[in-house]
């Protein structure tokens, strides 16, 4: 015969679990870096818990920069979104997404250099030039969509360039 579990014992781990869920559900408080950034919470990981605005700027920028090079990496996905269209076409797009990719991540980086000058006009004119938009442009003016994958990816690099901007405008 098994034995019997009280009622008790079972409301109070049912307590406990309904605790532990409520706490895991708690934001993480927003980093005073992040205050003036579109996504907060996002922006918050990015910075990583800095207590300075150089090392705050820099973890962002990082973060931004694995994202770009992972962006990157899923340009294979674009010629099999293409398969219809002419092969100039094609290559079109494709020399299109690349270059912008390649882009972001030269920008990134001489981001982070300018961040290091403290060369701060410098710094946010790349800032400002790291974007996605020519990729998505070239889709659109085809009349094709973008793979979902990348759209996504493309769009949370957008997210953390923006939230880079943010952090290294903090006064």
């Known amino acids: 015969m098994a034995p019997k579990i009280s009622l008790l014992f079972l409301a109070m781990a049912a307590l406990h679990l309904l605790a532990q869920s409520t706490q895991a559900q708690q934001p993480e408080p927003v980093n005073d870096f992040c205050k003036a950034a579109t996504h907060k919470e996002l922006c918050t990981k990015m910075v990583n818990g800095s207590k300075t605005m150089h090392d705050a700027s820099k973890n962002a920028m990082e973060n931004t920069l694995v994202a770009a090079l992972k962006l990157q990496s899923m340009s294979d996905l ?3 979104a293409l398969s219809s269209m002419r ?19 030269y920008d990134l980086e001489l981001g982070l250099e300018s961040l290091e000058k403290k060369d701060q006009r410098t710094l946010l004119m790349h800032l400002s030039a790291a974007t996605m938009s020519d990729c998505t442009d070239a889709f659109a003016e085809m009349g094709a969509d973008v793979p979902s994958a990348l759209s996504t990816e493309m769009d949370y690099v957008f997210k953390l360039v923006s939230n880079c901007l943010a952090v290294v405008q903090q006064k």
Do not use: K, V, W, Y
């Open 78 to 80: 674009i010629p099999p």
């Open 87 to 105: 092969a100039t076409t094609q290559e079109s797009i494709l020399a299109t997404c690349q270059d912008n990719f390649d882009n972001t991540i």
